[in-house]
């Protein structure tokens, strides 16, 4: 599915930069070498981001 139509990028694109590296709404953009212009696709962006993020942020809060 599309979530930005202005830079033509879609969910599955989005989950590949998310399971490369860390995910911020930022990230995304620069990953896919674009940055926002609408900004109505952000909202989307942080809601696929947040299960990233949380995974992160559990890992480095668990001791080895």
Do not use: W
Request: with cysteine.
């Amino acid at each position: 599915m599309y979530i930005c139509i202005c830079n033509g990028f879609t969910d599955r694109q989005v989950r590949i930069v998310c399971d490369q590296q860390q995910c911020r709404v930022s990230d995304i953009y620069k990953a896919l070498g674009c940055a926002p212009k609408c900004g109505k696709c952000v909202p989307m962006l942080k809601e696929l981001a947040r299960p990233a993020a949380s995974i992160v942020a559990f890992a480095e809060s668990t001791p080895a």
